[in-house]
């Protein structure tokens, strides 16, 4: 139990162009999901916190109107980079915390961006 | 704030030895802990997790111990595998709906 997807695992695209990431939480309900963000050979830099029909919540730095978070039920969140440059080329993680369980997060595989 | 502070990489071992990877935290409440192992290319997998003092989490062979009174989780292994090799983080949780305070990982690397 406990598994979450990410869509698509890896994506190459254009600059300027927006690409849409999609984390779902397969076999629980998520009120939670977490977005970070992993540079190479890096820790987790977290991105935002979205709660099921709420506004995200972006940390200090993250460009809220180029992360654009959308969390429209207890098992979808989905990242769209906006008009995306090479500069946000990095690997994209999503986490989603069972609803009914104890602190713990479960994590997406992570996906791939390539802004070229 | 709350913060997790584990030893730095990398480690490279030979098969078959003692892993230690060193996990202090503070924290203002009681948080649960955890370890997370992210092999190449892949996302993080809990590996164990421990919610209370004296509580050792274990799986794979991997253990640590949830020591109150020195804030530590060091992650231990007996003998470690090649395929062992990965990155692992040390991480806690604080209150309900906070998200994760990671450790900056410690990359492990197992020769044959």
């Known amino acids: 139990g406990a598994v979450v997807s990410q869509h698509p695992s890896w994506v190459i695209c254009k600059s300027g162009t927006s690409v849409k990431i999609e984390c779902r939480s397969l076999?629980?309900?998520?009120?939670?999901m977490f977005w970070y963000r992993q540079f190479p050979k890096q820790s987790l830099m977290l991105m935002a916190t979205s709660n099921e029909g709420s506004k995200a919540t972006y940390e200090q730095g993250v460009e809220k109107d180029k992360f654009l978070i959308n969390h429209a039920s207890l098992t979808l969140s989905t990242l769209t980079v906006t008009s995306a440059h090479p500069e946000d080329s990095s690997f994209y993680i999503c986490s989603a915390r069972d609803r009914m369980g104890q602190y713990e997060q479960y994590f997406g595989p992570g996906t791939r961006l390539t802004v070229t | 704030g709350d913060s997790v502070t584990q030893m730095e990489g990398p480690v490279t071992l030979s098969e078959e030895a003692f892993l230690t990877i060193n996990c202090t935290y503070t924290?203002?409440?009681?948080?649960?802990l955890f370890w997370y192992v992210q092999y190449p290319g892949e996302g993080l997998q809990l590996l164990l997790k421990a919610t209370k003092a004296d509580d050792k989490g274990s799986n794979k062979g991997f253990e640590a111990t949830y020591r109150k009174e020195t804030t530590s989780f060091h992650l231990e292994k007996g003998s470690v595998q090649v395929s062992d090799s990965a990155v692992y983080f040390c991480a806690l949780s604080d209150l309900g709906n906070t998200p994760l305070v990671f450790g900056k990982g410690t990359r492990l690397s197992v020769i044959a």
């Open positions: 076999d629980f309900q998520a009120t939670t």
């Open positions: 924290a203002t409440g009681y948080p649960s």
